[in-house]
Each structure stands twice: as structure tokens, then as C-alpha cells.
């Protein structure tokens, strides 16, 4: 499942939303109904999970924790207590919660962005935040790609000795 772009979309006065009919389409592809929402761990946005995606999550977070150690238990209780079952409408809409509404400072707009295997949801107000400036943008990934890792340097030398000969 990949969600991917930002769209722009208004909330009505009940805190309903349409999903987005292109990020609908990878759901129904994927075979998935349910959705799970939550506020994001760090940035000011909420994030709405396919539900074998947060299962996932969870599992993942499961095991990195032992049961039996307090701060553990503290961590994956908030981690998982803090979400809220979502399901669409006939209309491919859904209601967010009025404590998320005020959690991430929507009022009338929000931004959808496709974050690959979940979707953000940004207020309006705050939808710039997410985001690096273009020369920033392009330092950081030059940084994190434009560096050789030590397999891909050997191949280029393979590369190299097979056109030589």
C-alpha cells in the first residue's frame, strides 16, 4: 500500500472529512475497510492507519518492549489506548473526534499527505510545517544518498572491471 501526494480538504461543522478519493482507491485495492486513527508522536498532525498497517505497528512496538518492565507498559499503554476505530461512510467521509480536532488545531481546512503506508493530516494553519525548504530539502537527501554506501561502491567497481574488459 503506498499513499502518496497532499491534497487539501475542507471539515464541516460536525468535524466530518471525505478520505480522498485516490487514497480510498489504494484502501479498496489493499483490500482494507478499517482505519485507525491517532495523533502523531511528534509533529502536530494526526495519523490515520489501514488497519493491517497499525497492527504492524503494534507488533512491531510489542516486541522492542518487555511486559514486565514498567516504563515499557506506560509506553504501550499510551501507545495504544490513545487511537480511535475510524470507518468511512457511504461517501467516503469520516468523523474526527472533537479531542483530535483540538489536538492538532483543525478548524475548517485540512491537508492530507501520503506518507506511504499511512496518511497525515494536517490543520491548514499548520500544513507548512512538515516540510524543508527546496535547498534544504535537496542537502539533506544529497547527504542521506549521494554518499556511496560500501556495497554500492564494490559494485561500481565490479561495474567498472566488466567494462574495462
Known amino acids: 500500500m503506498r499513499f502518496l501526494g497532499n491534497i487539501e480538504a475542507k471539515i464541516d461543522a460536525k468535524g466530518r ?28 498532525c494526526l495519523v490515520l492507519y489501514p488497519e493491517s498497517v497499525w497492527n504492524e505497528q503494534m507488533d512491531e512496538l510489542r516486541s522492542r518492549l518487555n511486559r514486565w518492565n514498567r516504563e515499557h507498559q506506560r509506553i504501550f499503554r499510551q501507545f495504544v489506548s490513545d487511537v480511535e476505530a475510524i470507518s468511512l461512510d457511504g461517501n467516503g467521509r469520516f ?14 481546512q485540512v491537508k492530507f499527505i501520503g506518507m506511504g503506508d499511512s496518511i497525515e493530516i494536517w490543520s491548514e ?41
Open 125 to 165: 494553519g499548520n500544513a507548512a510545517d512538515p516540510f524543508m525548504e527546496p535547498d534544504e530539502f535537496g542537502a539533506a537527501l544529497e547527504s542521506i544518498m549521494g554518499d556511496p554506501s560500501p556495497a554500492d561502491a564494490d559494485n561500481g567497481k565490479v561495474n567498472d572491471n566488466i567494462a574495462g574488459n
Open 95 to 108: 468523523l474526527i473526534p472533537k479531542r483530535y480536532v483540538d489536538m492538532a488545531a483543525i478548524s475548517g
Open 17 to 44: 472529512v471525505f478520505l480522498p478519493a485516490t487514497f480510498r482507491k489504494v484502501l479498496q485495492a489493499g483490500g482494507e475497510e478499517n482505519l485507525v486513527l491517532r495523533k502523531d508522536v511528534f509533529q502536530p
